[in-house]
């Protein structure tokens, strides 16, 4: 039989071992996305709520937000569920709803990621142009144009993955439906063009990279020729944070896809695939929220206007 529904569900083994320490990392699991929750949840009501943060970078900020709760909801909740259950199984639907959602989660996260760098880009080098080149239809034409590409290669990558056989041994080496262990499982024939759709991918990746890497360099050349040490000390505290983000997700993005094709699994695997799935959706709050003037600002306001509606009303039962 070379059919994949001979396949209900599949284990995955990345964190075995005994309950203890299984209930261990579902705790430290939670703790994380309680605080990835709290933190993507508050950025996207600040700048959805606040006029004043009604702009291309928090617009893109806001969507950035939301695909890193997706990609987090996708695979830690089952993570956290399966530790303190003290089992490892996860059904065929369930798989392919992993897989579908971190990819488009990432791809979209990364080309979002892009389209930040290069609203940058035209705010520090062209500030007189930027109203008008980045306006309300530019800014939702790239974030749609994010949506769409990350919505065609999710596809592509699911539809290509579970068009395998994946008959006797069912063991995933990782902590959720990950694609190159899914494919090194498979006993298909056709496991080759998946792979190569992955290099594809990845060859696309790195384009992003090198346009981040040109955004920024053309940035930090402007950047060094402001006189005021307030004015250097702003752009680079609004470039830095994105360029840290962006280095942190794609490094073990490219760690967790490139080292189980060329090699074999291992637990370092598994730790990058953790990096890279839950450490930009929980590092981008504090990134952007904490250490950003606007934001705090922002948050203020909301806590401010929840106090006063809050005494409103009590004044209005008294």
């Given at each position: 039989m070379n059919n994949i529904s001979v396949v209900p569900e599949f284990l995955l083994v990345g964190f075995a071992g005994p309950w203890k320490l299984q209930v261990f990392q579902g705790g430290i699991f939670m703790v994380i996305y309680l605080a990835a929750l709290m933190g993507n949840g508050l950025i996207i009501i600040i700048t959805s709520l606040d006029p004043c943060l009604h702009k291309p970078m928090y617009f893109f900020l806001r969507n950035l937000?939301?695909?890193?709760?997706?990609?987090?909801?996708?695979?830690?909740?089952?993570?956290?569920?399966?530790?303190?259950?003290?089992?490892?199984?996860?059904?065929?639907?369930?798989?392919?709803?992993?897989?579908?959602?971190?990819?488009?989660?990432?791809?979209?996260?990364?080309?979002?990621?892009?389209?930040?760098?290069?609203?940058?880009?035209?705010?520090?080098?062209?500030?007189?142009?930027y109203d008008v080149i980045m306006n309300r239809v530019t800014c939702f034409q790239m974030a749609s144009l994010s949506w769409l590409s990350g919505g065609m290669i999710s596809v592509i990558h699911t539809a290509g993955t579970f068009s395998l056989s994946y008959c006797g041994l069912n063991e995933i080496r990782q902590f959720f439906c990950d694609i190159p262990q899914l494919l090194a499982i498979s006993h298909s024939k056709h496991v080759t063009v998946e792979i190569v759709l992955i290099l594809i991918t990845l060859v696309l990746d790195f384009c992003c990279l090198i346009c981040i890497i040109i955004s920024y360099t053309y940035i930090f050349s402007i950047v060094r020729t402001i006189q005021s040490s307030e004015g250097q000390s702003k752009a680079y505290s609004t470039c830095i944070p994105h360029l840290i983000v962006f280095v942190l997700f794609l490094s073990t993005a490219f760690g967790a896809y490139l080292k189980p094709i060329l090699g074999s699994a291992s637990f370092t695997d598994t730790i990058l695939s953790a990096f890279y799935i839950v450490l930009p959706p929980s590092l981008n709050p504090i990134i952007y929220g904490l250490r950003n003037k606007a934001m705090k600002v922002g948050l203020q306001k909301l806590i401010t206007k929840k106090l006063l509606t809050k005494g409103s009303l009590i004044f209005l039962q008294e």
């Open positions: 937000s939301f695909f890193d709760l997706c990609l987090i909801s996708a695979v830690v909740p089952k993570t956290i569920v399966n530790s303190l259950m003290h089992s490892n199984s996860i059904s065929f639907l369930g798989c392919v709803a992993q897989v579908f959602l971190v990819a488009f989660s990432a791809a979209t996260g990364l080309f979002l990621l892009t389209a930040m760098s290069i609203d940058r880009y035209i705010a520090i080098c062209h500030p007189l142009h």
